[in-house]
């Protein structure tokens, strides 16, 4: 297949039309107030995820729809209808009250894909009490540090959990009144200081009435990691449900008859956002597997499952191009019409693997913790440019700045209106999903924001907008690497490296050297198959130069078994340089396979 810079849209990729086709006159017709008015609200001005996610269709002509269809290995699938899950979530809302846990209050949930978990977080949003989901491989530590830090008062976890990871710290979260257990495995284990969720929940009856939270009234508190400290809790509040609704419309084309598939765990932002909320929220039917990464149980699944809407990241997408395009021949996808892809930097290569495997191409977007919802993306209304992040969506103003001089410590910018210039990603502060605050550090929140009545948020990105409005990611700000006064981005280099036929995942740093400032290092690990040897090492090295030129291409190469990454799927680059230059490693909780 011819790869071209722009993949343009094609009647197949476009089944059923999809929602939008004008970018500019969607934008220009966009208002915030607009889009709220497509939700239904609650009596005096209210608004309330839980409630606009699974009450609002269990009460129409959605209500026997399946909402969530879950699946396992060796198990018959279960499925929550959307008036199955309101029923449900109103008794998790009912036990939460007979405890005396009410609006306000601070819910932890750490477990797999099982269906107590969703029933856990929608329940407590209609009860006005706000969600932490935790990624249940974290381990005992970074698990008690976010309970202690966001003041949990409520968790609710498994029986296995519960004695493998939590119980051993339970004195030092003082907070905690209530730990609520999910049998695992068949058989329940009783622990002392906790109560049964399935005995609470047969107790507890059907009829709830949805608190009338606010827009600004806080919903869920989602912990990202900064490259120093503790982890930073973005409080989000219930109005975000405005920025899930008009997304799922804009970006991911979400039609009320699709069979939609995220692959996020419910843990991460991703998981929450687009996993739980958004998907309900467009009345669709969403499948969870509750198995981890499989590349044969995943191309079977989107194609057994008959997958419409693929929601996933590029490192699954990695893993799936590692195994082979043989794998993927081997399955049929006529179901699939739109596949999308966040998290981490899109190489071209996988979106052109997406055209070649799957028959469609793979739509990158945007957007991090603090956003909420996604804010840039390639979308159904125009043609993708592969390796850019797309453009912003309706309702969102994104642009990039440049540093100046700051007197204090507050951060001043000016925007850059040249095109192809880098610099930091500002988005305009005001739509509805955007953080409120860092938990109890207010001074970090607002060195977030700058620029005239402190109206920009920096996202701490480093992009550039190419003269057709696209953006283009370069690196987290602090990743960039400054080489003989270029500035050079590792996903570029990484990008070009990917393309060597050998090169399985490359994570690439900037080395302090005396005369350049820095050089470009690149750490590889290689597909199965191959094996590192010098004559390789050379190859790709030519490679990288020939793709990039010699000032840019990595003067060292390094090969690895596989590259530290956090457990959302980054590269840790920090954790590649702090080794590489004999360093303290620093906080390494959220690494894949670590503590
Ligand atoms: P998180 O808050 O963990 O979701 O991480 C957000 C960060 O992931 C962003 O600030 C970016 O650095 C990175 N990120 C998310 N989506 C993309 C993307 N499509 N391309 C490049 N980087 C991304």
């Known amino acids: 297949m011819e790869r071209t810079t722009v993949i343009h849209k094609t009647p197949a990729n476009l089944r059923p039309a999809p929602h939008w086709s004008d970018f500019e006159g969607a934008r220009r017709n966009f208002s915030w107030d607009l889009a ?64 005396g846990v009410g609006q306000g209050d601070h819910l932890f949930v750490l477990a797999g894909r099982i269906p107590e978990l969703y029933v856990a977080v929608l329940g407590a949003l209609k009860n006005g009490t706000v969600v932490t989901p935790m990624f249940s491989a974290f381990g005992p530590e970074p698990i008690a540090t976010r309970i202690k830090l966001g003041a949990g008062q409520v968790l609710v976890t498994t029986d296995l959990i519960y004695q493998r990871k939590v119980k051993q710290m339970r004195s030092q979260m003082p907070s905690l009144r209530h730990v609520l257990l999910v049998a695992e495995d068949g058989g329940f284990t009783f622990e002392p200081d906790t109560l049964d969720l399935a005995t609470l929940m047969h107790e507890a009856t059907d009829e709830f009435t949805t608190v009338s939270t606010q827009a600004d009234d806080p919903a869920l508190l989602h912990f990202t990691s900064g490259t120093t400290g503790t982890p930073k ?24 008859d699709d ?32 198995e981890e990464f499989d590349a044969e149980r995943w191309y079977t699944l989107l194609e057994q499952e008959r997958i419409t809407v693929w929601y996933t990241a590029p490192t699954a997408i990695r893993m799936l191009m590692k195994a082979g395009a043989d794998l993927a021949r081997q399955h049929h996808f006529p179901a699939l019409r739109f596949v999308a892809s966040v998290g981490e930097p899109l190489n071209p290569e996988a979106v052109w693997w997406g055209q070649e495997a799957l028959g469609l191409p793979i739509h990158d977007n945007w957007w991090q913790t603090e956003t909420g919802g996604i804010m840039i993306a390639n979308t159904p209304a125009f043609d993708i440019k592969p390796g850019s992040m797309g453009r912003p969506l309706p309702g969102v103003d994104a642009f990039i700045v440049e540093h100046l001089e700051a007197q204090d410590e507050a951060p001043r910018v000016r925007v850059i209106d040249t095109p192809d210039v880098e610099g930091e990603l500002a988005l305009k502060a005001g739509w509805p999903s955007m953080f409120r605050g860092y938990l109890n550090n207010e001074a970090r929140y607002r060195k977030c924001f700058a620029g005239p009545d402190n109206a920009w948020y920096l996202t701490g990105d480093l992009a550039r907008r190419d003269a057709d409005g696209y953006f283009w990611f370069v690196g987290r700000a602090d990743d960039v690497i400054k080489s003989a006064g270029h500035l050079i981005g590792p996903f570029e280099v990484e990008s070009a490296l990917m393309e060597h036929p050998a090169v399985a995942e490359a994570g690439v740093i900037g080395k302090p050297e005396p005369v350049v400032g820095e050089v470009v290092k690149a750490f590889i690990s290689l597909k199965d198959g191959y094996q590192a ?35 959302s799927g980054k590269i840790m680059r920090r954790l590649l340089k702090a ?6 490693e620093g906080d390494t909780s959220t690494l894949e396979g670590g503590a």
């Not at 939700?39 to 269990?58: C, K, M, S, T, Y």
């Not at 969530?68 to 029923?87: K, Q």
């Open 36 to 99: 709220r008015d497509a939700l239904q609200g609650l009596p005096g001005g209210g608004i309330n995820i839980g409630f606009e996610a699974v009450d609002r269709h269990a009460g129409g002509a959605l209500r026997d729809r399946v909402a969530l269809r879950f699946v396992a290995r060796n198990a018959t699938p279960l499925e929550l209808s959307y008036a199955e899950l309101a029923r449900q979530t109103n008794r998790f809302a009912n036990v939460l009250r007979s405890l």
């Open 579 to 584: 080794r590489e230059l004999g360093l303290p």
């Open 259 to 290: 069979r939609y598939w995220c692959t996020a765990d419910p843990g991460w932002v991703t998981g929450t956002s687009y996993g739980i909320i958004a998907p309900l929220l467009h009345g669709v039917t969403s499948l969870i597997d509750r």
């Open 533 to 567: 040897s010098e004559s390789l090492r050379m190859d790709i090295s030519a490679h990288a130069r020939r793709r990039l030129g010699a000032a840019v291409a990595p003067k060292e190469i390094a090969f690895l078994p596989s590259l530290p990454r956090t457990r």
């Open 233 to 256: 809790g973005a409080v989000h509040v219930h109005g975000a449900v405005v920025t899930h609704h008009a997304t799922g419309h804009y970006a991911l084309d979400l039609h009320p």
